[in-house]
């Protein structure tokens, strides 16, 4: 595993409020799969037993399931038919244990939804996918309601099930694709909210001594689409849930594009119109994965010296512009404006193609591979960058 020379943040462990009780548990037996499928089997107390059609796939103990030679073209909303070596799903810091008891692999990675991901070739080593579902409520103080959120509960299903109960605060991060246990690593956001502005602490496995830890939110060093789990902890833990702060004292925002214009055509203010405001938007101009293969907005917005975004405007007047959060002296420009004035916006190329409604996202037109994918997102960032002079990065995570 690789060492961090450099940790200029507080360690897992000097942040833990906790750590789960191994309860005596028994390191696990393994023993020599005789089913013809090259899949390894897992034994130790409480064995459930799956089977699944067309996967090689190992009986385990627990709530684990793993899986060998696996394709992931179901497992990342791409659709791109890659396939891993291996992928073990688990639900709590015990199955990770058992998972990890053997020593860490020398590749490994948290496969959530597979929604902010791209495959440019086969995995060769382990892939881990949270399955756990609770919403747990952890108490009240004044109008703030804390909950908890397993790292397997679908992001939008969470904001759900607290528009269900009166509680803002995630109303504005409707139909974000996705876990709830992704939400910080890629720092969510969307309409004016980010995770961070919720998050109030963090639940994790640390591979360094196999221990459930928890982080704090002010550690977590969260920026546009960064944290500290993409930097510094990449690679050494893995989110099991995530501790989020909600208010039953209405807070609407309503202040980013056509937001408050959609919430009025519904009756006004309410927390229900606003999520359906937003999951009207997000129709409008995104594409279904289950339909058309994507993973939503593929470029991060680029920030800049506001000195560039002026120089910028004086040729292009309707260039929009927004603050950048924590960034003094620098704005954000949509990334999704430039690519469509660099006349990308539709443009396609073999099985890739920028979609026609929202330039920041690229489409898979069927059959497409990653390698496909990464070569067009190539041209868009090199258009973009001989029109304007600004480099765009990926937001998606590429393998």
């Known amino acids: 595993m690789r060492k961090i020379a450099h940790f200029p943040y507080p ?18 037996e393994r023993r020599k799969d005789r089913s013809g499928t090259g899949a390894r089997r897992i034994y130790a107390p409480n064995a459930r037993r799956y089977n ?5 796939q190992t009986e385990t103990d627990g ?30 810091e015990e199955d990770l244990r058992t998972i990890f008891s053997g020593g860490v692999p020398e590749r490994w990675a ?5 929604n902010n991901i791209l495959f440019t070739r086969d995995y060769d080593g382990l892939l881990l996918t949270p399955v756990a579902r609770q919403i747990t409520p952890l108490g009240e103080e004044g109008d703030t309601v804390r909950v908890r959120a397993d790292a397997g509960v679908e992001w939008d299903d969470l ?8 509680l803002w605060g995630i109303e504005n991060l409707s139909l974000i694709p996705g876990k709830a246990g992704a939400a910080p690593v890629q720092n969510i956001g969307a309409y004016g909210c980010e995770a961070k502005d919720v998050i109030e602490r ?6 360094d001594n196999r221990s459930a830890m928890v982080i704090d939110a002010g550690h977590c060093c969260f920026g546009y689409r960064e944290s500290i789990f993409k930097h510094e902890l990449r690679g050494r833990v893995i989110i099991t849930a995530v501790d989020i702060r909600l208010s039953r004292t209405p807070r ?5 594009g056509d937001v408050e214009r959609e919430v009025e055509a519904r009756g006004g203010v309410t927390l229900r119109n606003i999520r359906e405001a937003i999951c009207a938007i997000r129709r409008a101009k995104l ?15 680029p920030v800049v010296d506001e000195c560039v975004a002026r120089q910028l405007q004086a040729q292009w007047p309707d260039m929009p512009v927004y603050p950048a959060a924590g960034c003094a002296g620098r704005v954000k420009l949509a990334a999704g404006w430039l690519i469509d004035k660099a006349g990308l916006k539709g443009y396609k190329r073999g099985r890739v193609g920028v979609h026609e409604r929202q330039a920041l996202v690229l489409v898979n037109l069927g059959g497409a591979t990653g390698g496909e994918v990464i070569d067009f997102a190539h041209t868009v960032q090199m258009r973009v960058h001989k029109k304007f002079g600004i480099e765009i990065d990926t937001e998606v995570n590429i393998f």
């Open 202 to 207: 963090v639940h994790m496995f640390c591979t």
């Open 287 to 301: 594409p279904d994965p289950k339909v058309t293969g994507n993973a939503g907005s593929f470029f991060k917005n």
């Open 159 to 166: 904001v759900e099930w607290a528009v269900e109960r009166g």
């Open 11 to 28: 360690r897992p462990h000097q942040t833990t409020l906790y750590k789960e009780p191994r309860g005596g548990a028994s390191r696990p």
């Open 252 to 256: 609407p925002r309503l202040g980013y």
């Open 110 to 114: 948290v496969l959530s939804g597979g």
């Open 52 to 56: 699944r059609a067309n996967d090689k």
């Open 63 to 92: 709530m684990i399931r793993e899986f060998h030679q696996i394709d992931l073209s179901g497992r990342n909303s791409f659709g791109v038919g890659q396939q891993a070596a291996r992928l073990a799903e688990f639900e709590t």
